[in-house]
Nanobody
Framework: QVQLVESGGGLVQPGGSLRLSCAASGFTLDYYVIGWFRQAPGKEREGVSCISSRGGSIRYADSVKGRFTISRDNAKNTVYLQMNSLKPEDTGIYYC????????????????WGQGTQVTVSS
């Protein structure tokens, strides 16, 4: 059974950092594209970052470039999203997803999703 579990969310002040984890089970993560997405209240789900199966292709949304870093540890079957210099507009539920054919920030290309982890940036 394919399962993705996000963790690492929480409440942080503007300018702070968080590291999100996406742990996979039921499949070997290193063969698959992994994407990170977020959804704020009243807004559509948007792509934040994605990484190809061997890490050769990485994409970031313009709004997070230079602040967020995606990485993967295939030995731990886990993908991370390091988020620095957080802003209030980064607030939302963050999801990881897989099974896209290519590394894309379009959520419609992903079939398997985790349950999400809440990130709140507020003073």
């Amino acid at each position: 059974q394919v399962q993705l579990v996000e963790s690492g969310g929480g409440l942080v002040q503007p300018g702070g950092s968080l590291r999100l984890s996406c742990a996979a089970s039921g499949f070997t993560l290193d063969y698959y594209v992994i994407g990170w997405f977020r959804q704020a209240p009243g807004k559509e789900r948007e792509g934040v970052s994605c990484i190809s199966s061997r890490g050769g292709s990485i994409r970031y949304a313009d709004s997070v470039k230079g602040r967020f870093t995606i990485s993967r540890d295939n030995a731990k079957n886990t993908v991370y999203l390091q988020m620095n210099s957080l802003k209030p507009e980064d607030t939302g539920i963050y999801y990881c997803a897989t099974d896209a054919i290519i590394a894309t920030l379009d959520p419609r290309n992903y079939d398997y999703w985790g349950q999400g982890t809440q990130v709140t940036v507020s003073s």
